[in-house]
């Protein structure tokens, strides 16, 4: 079964420290890896994509990709209380027609 | 302002009552999906589109129908909902990437309550 994987959390940090969230995709012939934010009652917002091996930078965030190992990361620098969210991790499993979602990371940024 | 809307945002209704939950995008995306959101299961595909005319399931399709007759409309119909329909719905499209999809840009959500 296709699936995507990520801790439930919450995971807990303090301001200005750097937050990692952590997913797993079941499928090696996935190609297109996304994290979105959503705050609590709100809609899912793209914060980054990543399509090829190694590291890609926007501003705090670092997304990491390793198809070897089927693991896809997050990491947020100098996080904000405005961070607090969950983390949801989604993936373009066997193809291209469909996104599958993970159930989503919460992240606790306390002040 | 490049959006996807959604309409209503929220709905009660009752149990067999037929309703359709509108979806419109703006940014020329060739893509459109419908997912529903509940406590514990994360999201979850309903049926998605790769473009007029072309439809097929998701994960969850049981109770619900789409079409796209116009490449900026995907309306999603429940033509006799039930109480385990009730929840969070959510529109989303992108462009097309090899016959697939893209980044997706999600609407605001319609929160739908069935008695």
């Known amino acids: 079964q296709k699936e995507v994987e990520q801790n439930s959390g919450p995971l807990s940090v303090p301001e200005g420290a750097i937050a990692s969230l952590n997913c797993t995709y079941s499928d090696r012939v996935s190609q297109s890896f996304f994290w979105y934010r959503q705050y609590s009652g709100k809609s899912p917002e793209l914060i980054m994509s990543i399509y090829s091996n190694g590291d890609k930078e926007d501003g705090r965030f670092t997304a990491q990709l390793n198809k070897a190992s089927q693991y896809v990361s997050l990491l947020i620098r100098d996080s904000q209380p405005s961070d607090s969210a969950t983390y949801l991790c989604a993936v373009t499993l066997g193809g291209y027609s469909t996104l599958t979602f993970g159930k989503g990371t919460m992240l606790l940024v306390s002040p | 302002e490049a959006q996807v809307t959604q309409n209503p945002r929220y709905l009660i209704t009752v149990t067999g009552k037929k309703l359709t939950v509108t979806c419109s995008q703006n940014?020329?995306?060739?893509?459109m999906s419908w997912y529903r959101q509940d406590p514990g299961l994360g999201l979850r595909q309903i049926y998605y589109?790769?473009?007029?005319?072309?439809?097929d399931k998701g994960d969850v399709p049981e109770g619900y129908k789409v079409s796209r007759k116009e490449k900026r409309n995907f309306p999603l119909i429940l033509e006799s909902p039930s109480p385990n329909q009730t929840s969070l719905y959510f529109c989303?499209?992108?462009?097309?990437?090899?016959?697939?999809?893209?980044?997706?840009?999600f609407g605001p959500g319609t929160r739908l309550t069935v008695t």
């Open positions: 989303a499209s992108s462009f097309s990437f090899r016959g697939g999809t893209y980044e997706q840009y």
């Open positions: 589109s790769m473009n007029v005319e072309v439809t």
């Open positions: 940014m020329n995306h060739e893509y």
